[in-house]
């Protein structure tokens, strides 16, 4: 059964970081693309960035809301994917969720699996 | 960026009854190298993660009810639930995966009237 289980959440104030984690379980994590999205209270979703997987260079991209304070990595050998948020606004305020990208899609991303979410926000 | 729109915000269907959604994009996200719509379709129940139930505008995911449908192409794309269940109570995005940033629509909530 897949899985994935989101950690690292929490009260921060603006411009403080923090890391979140997404522990998988279930598939060969290595050969999937993987993806944050977030939403904010009661609103829509919002794509936050994604990391290919090493057949496709391990490279990211990311949402111009969080692009040069956000930064996904991975870690294969522990099937764990992160997002360091660094700079946090208040308008990051958000469940931030992972998610596994369709297999092989990895520069055309829809997601599959879902994580539950861990909710940051972000307040003085 | 490629922006979605949805429509209607909200609609209430009773039990048994046809609900329809529009979601339109800003761009064709069809891809002329395969003929292929880059749309997918997401559930999202109060409380549950988003779950993932069309990709190519029209291809139904793995397990997912024959009731749930979408059609289109270019950048107007419909989805349709054909006989509403109780559980089908939920609020329904469509996305875009033609180019980065992805994008979702607003969101439609579906409710039973």
């Known amino acids: 059964e897949v899985q994935l289980v989101e950690s690292g959440g929490g009260l921060v104030q603006p411009g403080r970081s923090l890391r979140l984690s997404c522990t998988t379980s279930g598939f060969t994590f290595g050969d999937y693309a993987m993806s944050w999205v977030r939403q904010a209270p009661g609103k829509g979703l919002e794509w936050v960035g994604f990391i290919r997987s090493k057949t496709y260079g391990g490279t990211t991209a990311y949402a111009a809301s969080v692009e040069g304070r956000f930064t996904i990595s991975r870690d294969d050998s522990k099937s764990i994917a992160y997002l360091q948020m660094n700079s946090l606004k208040t308008e990051d305020t958000a469940v931030y969720s992972c998610?596994?990208?369709?297999?092989?899609?990895?520069?055309?991303?829809?997601?599959?699996?879902w994580g539950q979410g861990t909710l940051v926000t972000v307040s003085s | 960026d490629i922006v979605m729109t949805q429509s209607p915000d909200s609609l209430a269907v009773s039990l048994g009854e046809r609900a329809t959604i529009n979601c339109k994009s800003s761009?064709?996200?069809?891809?002329?190298?395969?003929?292929?719509?880059?749309l997918a379709w997401y559930q999202q129940k109060p409380g549950q993660p988003p779950k993932l139930l069309i990709y190519w505008a029209s291809t139904r995911e793995s397990g997912v009810p024959d009731r749930f449908s979408g059609s289109g192409s270019g950048t107007d794309f419909t989805f349709t639930i054909t006989s509403l269940q109780a559980e089908d109570v939920a609020v329904y995005y469509c996305?875009?995966?033609?180019?980065?940033?992805?994008?979702f629509g607003p969101g439609t909530k579906v409710d039973i009237k």
């Open positions: 996305q875009q995966y033609y180019t980065t940033p992805f994008t």
């Open positions: 998610c596994r990208v369709y297999g092989g899609y990895d520069y055309h991303a829809f997601f599959d699996y």
């Open positions: 761009q064709s996200v069809l891809h002329s190298s395969n003929n292929k719509n880059y």
